[in-house]
């Protein structure tokens, strides 16, 4: 996969520049200091992955991460953490924190590895086929899958598609994460940001801005969280 960095710092681009070197199957093709300078130069090449900051004169990385192609994809890398629900929003891929560490860097360009392979197969005419009880049926990669709706972790909206996480496999489609959502039973599942829909019973724990479910962070939306917590979790707590 091929990838850039953008970042307004010497020093942070050298340094992501060294974590690419240490990362298998990352061709680093370009290096920039701002959105303005990579405008050209995506103009004229196909761009797989950006590594793109957010605080940065002129044109930050979420406003940048607003205009560029569906099929790039992009990890925030920041000092800053509280941009992180800002970044989901407009489909990153993954956040990572300043100074990134290697098996962090690493795990999101597994996870931008994963989802490449999957949007490069036909779902042009994916969508859901039936939904019973306890499970429905949802076209993907040329195949239909039953999804139980017990062993769906979570689902995620990047671009123009979800991606159902379950505990033994992941399936995308094309489809707005609205419409699979208000198929849904909400006694069971949870809308807490833009682009992600949660089953409760999965979750491990949570913090004022994070759902835990295993080892995935999910951040909760500010406009999402007064609910979430008042049905679902406030409601829930064991009293002394």
């Given amino acids: 996969m091929n990838c850039i960095i953008i970042d307004d710092e010497p020093l942070a681009r050298e340094a992501i520049e060294m974590l690419v070197n ?3 199957d990352l061709d680093l093709i370009g290096s920039f200091n701002s959105p303005e300078t990579v405008t050209d130069f995506m103009k004229s090449n196909t761009v797989e992955l950006i590594f793109l900051d957010i605080q940065m004169p ?6 940048f991460a607003r205009s560029i192609p569906k099929e790039t994809f992009v990890i925030f890398t920041t000092a800053y953490s509280e941009f992180a629900t800002d970044s989901y929003e407009v489909d990153a891929i993954d956040y990572l924190i300043k100074p990134v560490k290697l098996a962090r860097f690493q795990k999101a360009v597994e996870k931008a590895h994963t989802y490449s392979k999957l949007f490069k197969a036909d779902y042009a005419h994916n969508n859901i086929e039936q939904v019973a009880d306890d499970f429905f049926f ?16 979570f689902i995620q909206g990047l671009k123009d598609y979800v991606v159902m996480h379950s505990e033994n496999q992941k399936v995308i489609t094309a489809m707005n994460i609205k419409t699979i959502y208000d198929q849904l039973p909400k006694d069971m599942f949870v809308r807490v940001s833009k682009s992600y829909v949660i089953n409760v019973r999965h979750i491990g ?7 835990y479910i295993g080892t995935n962070e999910i951040p909760i939306g500010s406009i999402y969280r007064d609910l979430f917590f008042s049905e679902f979790v406030t409601k829930k707590i064991v009293g002394r």
Avoid: C, P
């Fill in 22 to 24: 240490q990362t298998d």
């Fill in 138 to 153: 949802v076209k993907a990669d040329r195949r239909i899958f039953k999804v139980y709706f017990n062993n769906l972790l």
């Fill in 205 to 211: 724990s949570v913090d004022n801005n994070t759902v």
């Fill in 58 to 63: 002129g044109i930050n990385g979420i406003e």
